[in-house]
Structures are given as C-alpha cells and as structure tokens.
C-alpha cells in the first residue's frame, strides 16, 4: 500500500524543454491537487481535481496543465518550462468534498530545477 | 479570494510553549486544519478543528479558533526539539470542490 507515489524524485530541465510530473494513489480517493512550495510562499495551489473527469485552476495556474488521467491518476505537465518553476512540487490526495473529515495526504515531492 | 497567512518563523527554548498564529479569509471554510512538515518530506496532518468548534485539544496540541476574527492558533506544551519543523495553516473551501489553501507556513525552531 503506497499511499501517494510521485516521479520523478528530482528533475533537471533546460528553459524551454517539457516534461510531465507523475502522481499516482491507491487509496481510492477521489479528490487530487498538485501544488508548488518556494520559500517564504508556502504550499501553492496549481490544480485541483475534486473527482475523476474534472480539473479546476488553483492559484497558480499558468505555465501548467494536467489531466486527470483515471481515479488513480493525476499528471502535471509543463509545456515549455522556465527558471520561475523552479520549485519543489508536491501531490495529494483527500478522500472527497462527501466526506467532511478529509485528511489531504502527500506525495514525497518533486524537486526540480530549470535552468 | 481565499487567503490564508501567517507569520514565517517561531523560535523558542525547549519545555517553553509555541503559539503559532493563523489568519483566514474565506467565511465558507468548514475545516481548518494545521500540518507539519519535516526537512525533506512531505507534509503530515497534525490536528483539524471543524469550523462550529472553538477549541480542540489533542494532547501536548491545542487549537483555538476564532470564527469572528477569522484567526486560528496552533499552541504546542511543553516543546521539544523533535517539534522543530514547518508548521502550515490549511483551509477547506468545500463550496469549491473541495479546494484547500495552505498558508506559508512558520518554521518552528526550538533552542536547547
């Protein structure tokens, strides 16, 4: 039982090269959020999926898109990265708006760095 | 739109209490939560509130929420250098599916 599993752990990009972010749950939940932590700025909102076929806009949206490949999936994609999303990035996972005791558990992290 | 902050850094010698301070802006949140995160991890959920509670205590935890002000309080007893840490502040905005909004959390130091 893995809870939330993200890859890569760490990731060097060079501006203008793309990549996808991989998160994925085995607890059967149905809301999933990518955010970004930077210093000083705390943990950021860049998308959410509240359930399977849905994507809203967090805080910070631009630069990115997701998708929300299946209930279990939830992937991170940046088109054409830049230095700003040098950031650590986080995923997680709650189980619903349903449930109103809804502990939101995280991913490891992603630590990547644009140059 | 939804805010939520706090101060960034918190130092105190070890057996002192902690109070780390939280403000909200969204009147619709129905839990507030607090979570802690150690260096290199992801963050861990230490204790809630439900938004009609005043006060929660959780062990060497207490919550005190003031839904007037908008102003939550995480008070840890007794503090211990294993306590030392990032401390976020979270706010569940559930007539937004759902949407959770972290403040930027304090770092905890405790001083031997």
């Known amino acids: 039982n893995a809870g939330v599993t993200q890859t890569p752990k760490f990731q060097v990009l060079k501006t203008g090269q793309s990549m996808t972010l991989q998160c994925a749950q085995d607890?059967?939940?149905?809301?999933m959020y990518w955010y970004r932590q930077d210093p000083g700025m705390g943990l950021r909102l860049i998308y959410y999926s509240a359930s399977e076929g849905t994507t809203d806009k967090g805080e910070v949206p631009n630069g990115y898109n997701v998708s929300r490949l299946n209930k279990r999936e939830f992937s991170l994609r940046l088109e054409s990265a830049a230095p700003s999303q040098t950031s650590v990035y986080f995923c997680?996972?709650?189980?619903?708006?349903?449930?109103?005791?809804?502990?939101?558990?995280f991913g490891q992290g992603t630590r990547l760095t644009v140059v | 739109g939804e805010d939520v902050e706090q101060s960034l850094f918190l130092s105190v010698r070890e057996g002192d209490s902690s109070v780390i301070n939280c403000t909200y802006t969204?009147?619709?949140?129905?839990?507030l939560y607090w979570y802690k995160q150690e260096p290199g991890a992801g963050l861990q959920l230490l204790t809630y509130i439900f938004s009609n509670m005043d006060m929660k205590q959780d062990q060497r935890l207490t919550v005190l929420l003031n839904k007037k002000d908008k102003h939550l309080s995480l008070r840890i007893a007794d503090t211990q250098t294993g306590d030392s840490a990032i401390y976020f502040c979270?706010?569940?905005?559930?007539?937004?599916?759902?949407?959770?909004?972290f403040g930027q959390g304090t770092e905890l130091s405790v001083k031997p």
């Open positions: 969204d009147s619709s949140s129905t839990y």
């Open positions: 997680a996972t709650r189980i619903g708006t349903g449930e109103k005791r809804t502990e939101a558990f």
């Open positions: 979270a706010e569940s905005i559930d007539n937004q599916g759902g949407k959770l909004i």
């Open positions: 607890m059967n939940h149905n809301s």
